[in-house]
């Protein structure tokens, strides 16, 4: 049993991230907080239906003092103004103004990277002193050792292992990523922030790691601090791994690194589409689901629904009746600073739950968010809907057996 001391946090929206969280160490994922305009002309606009979409097209874009830009991507979203949601071969998503666009043209040629050529782009965009790592599923861009590099990428390809494995045999039809997830590990705290504030603000001074919706990356740092130039390959990840847990913050970054990674999963494996309508109680679920350390050997991370003894400890403490509901219906418990802690909790018992005791019907309402479309909208009637539909009752109505099985977890925590 190791102790798992930190609690944790990921708030959508930046201007809540975690005041109250004090000197605990918190996270956030980034959603389309910057693109509040372009959502609200696709509203007032339907979008052209996603069949009608060519996929790879070039645009030409007016930009200041008469420059023109250039930008070449598949094509997400085309709002009736002309407006478009463009996603480059780096995977960053573009907000483009239709008012901006001078011309467009369908592309016939090949847009995706190789691994290599992926890492070198990102790379070139980087500090200098960045380098990058490839392995099977993930290009991993650092400046830290070469062995922390080494650990982190083991322990993400162990995640995606586990996540696949997982929902398959859970009977959810999860796709493979088209191209590998990329993961920015800075050497030291004070240049993680520096690069952070630029998409989080000031939020960057309280979070260790965080997954952005527009870039699909995660960019963390090295809480060795070691800030080591030591690139020797004899490094094990191994010995890294040992000097990881030796921290005092080990159970945080662990937790921080598995649950940011875990959202990158769900947003890259058919659970999730980026910037579409998905639940917050739902992602932060899976992702709390999945984030439990086990800090009694050097890889850091191994199981996958362990007991989450923070969030179950909140949860017996402070079970509000009613909060399914709320959350189910809207995101706003969670934004809320001073119920998002317990809100949190509740979504990870309540994906618990569901997993284990509702599995299929659980599968079926997980894979019905991947047929949302990027910037739509579904309002509170539509969410308690879909719901019920997948689960043939009302959150209200499934509460006294969550109540069981939240009993039956705290039983067998007690000693
Ligand atoms: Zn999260």
């Not at 000031?202 to 060795?224: E, K, W």
Request: hydrophobic share 40%; proline share 5%; aromatic share 10%.
């Amino acid at each position: 049993m190791h102790a798992y001391g930190t609690v944790v946090a990921c708030l959508f929206l930046l201007e809540q991230v975690v005041p109250f969280m004090g000197k605990r160490y918190s996270f956030i994922c980034l959603a389309p907080v910057f693109i509040a305009v372009f959502v609200a002309q696709v509203h007032s606009s339907p979008p052209v239906m996603k069949e009608e979409l060519p996929n790879i097209i070039q645009v030409f874009q007016r930009a200041s003092e008469g420059h023109q830009e250039t930008l070449r991507g598949k094509l997400r979203v085309e709002a009736q103004d002309g407006s478009l949601l463009l996603e480059d071969n780096q995977q960053v998503l573009h907000v483009i103004p239709g008012e901006s666009i001078t011309h467009r043209e369908i592309l016939d040629e090949d847009y995706l990277l190789t691994p290599k050529e992926l890492g070198q782009e990102i790379v070139a965009e980087l500090p200098a002193g960045f380098t990058f790592l490839t392995t099977r599923h993930y290009v991993i861009c650092y400046d830290t050792s070469l062995g922390y590099a080494r650990w982190s990428a083991a322990l993400l390809e162990r995640l995606f292992s586990g996540f696949h494995a997982f929902w398959s045999q859970a009977g959810l039809d999860v796709s493979q990523p088209e191209q590998p997830l990329i993961v920015i590990i800075f050497s030291n705290r004070n240049d993680y922030e520096r690069a952070a504030k630029k998409e989080v603000g000031g939020a960057a001074h309280s979070i260790v790691g965080y997954y952005n919706q527009l870039t699909n990356r995660i960019t963390t740092y090295d809480i060795t601090g070691s800030d080591s130039t030591d690139t020797t390959p004899s490094q094990s990840s191994h010995s890294v791994g040992i000097e990881i847990l030796r921290n005092p913050r080990a159970s945080s970054l662990i937790a921080t690194l598995v649950h940011e990674a875990t959202h990158q999963l769900a947003f890259n494996a058919g659970l999730h589409v980026r910037l579409s309508p998905t639940p917050v109680w739902l992602s932060e679920g899976i992702a709390t689901y999945f984030e439990t350390p086990d800090l009694t050997n050097s890889r850091g991370w191994r199981s996958i629904g362990a007991i989450n003894t923070t969030r179950l400890e909140l949860v017996v403490q402070q079970f509000t009746p009613g909060l399914l509901s709320r959350f189910i219906a809207d995101d706003k418990p969670f934004h809320d600073s001073d119920e998002a802690l317990v809100a949190y909790a509740h979504a990870w018992v309540f994906v618990s739950f569901l997993a284990t005791m509702k599995k299929d019907a659980f599968c079926s309402y997980v894979a019905h968010f991947d047929t949302k479309e990027p910037l739509g909208k579904d309002s509170a009637a539509d969410r308690m809907a879909e719901f019920k539909t997948a689960f043939g009752m009302t959150p209200d109505a499934l509460e006294p057996e969550l109540i069981q099985y939240i009993n039956s977890l705290a039983r067998r925590k007690r000693p």
